[in-house]
């Protein structure tokens, strides 16, 4: 059996390639017919997020628009943050920061959530146990193991990403029929 014949490549869209990709690692591969590197690079990119997590704790996803207790951080007429902390009557009156400031400016203060989201629904799932565990008033990991999981939470994102452009090139030049 030659090569080709045993490699059935399938003829999808790019599109639907790196859609497919970002929601589950490695399925890109999986929709063009390469099973062999899907399986490898999934299983390499969730394994990194999830010993990012193993290394330091849920809470290295660290999601925009809340705080350390895990309620929404909110703004003051001002600009100023207001934390759910602080014993201020405007807490309940004041905007979202995500609304109020803008997805973008909310997004400056934690810009490893956007290596993060990368990795697909994994870290949504995350961000909401993240979430769940400190407004149950469970700490931070500190100092270096903190940003170790952060980075390699952050390098899973990055490399899904990498996949998934590699996944979707890949599908545009089977439809081109190289």
Not at 5 to 20: G, H, Q, T, Y
Not at 142 to 159: N, Q
Request: net charge positive.
């Amino acid at each position: 059996m030659s090569n080709s014949s045993s490699r059935r490549k399938r003829n999808v869209s790019p599109a639907l390639a790196a859609i497919a990709g970002w929601l589950l690692p490695g399925a890109g591969y999986f929709l063009i017919g390469d099973f062999a590197r899907g399986v490898i690079v999934g299983a390499t990119i969730i394994a990194m997020f999830l010993g990012g997590i193993l290394l330091a704790g849920i809470r290295v996803v660290d999601v925009p628009g809340y705080d350390k207790a895990g309620q929404r951080v909110k703004i003051d007429a001002f600009g100023r943050r207001i934390e759910s902390t602080s014993n201020n009557r405007q807490y309940d009156l004041a905007p979202w920061s995500l609304t109020g400031r803008g997805f973008f400016a909310e997004m400056v203060n934690k810009p490893w959530y956007v290596c993060q989201i990368l990795s697909g629904p994994i870290c949504l799932i995350a961000s909401g146990a993240s979430l769940s565990a400190a407004s149950n008033g469970v700490p931070t990991s500190h100092a270096r193991l903190y940003e170790i999981g952060t980075l390699y939470t952050a390098v899973a994102g990055l490399l899904n990403l990498l996949a998934v452009i590699d996944a979707a090139h890949r599908a545009a030049r089977a439809q081109e029929g190289r």
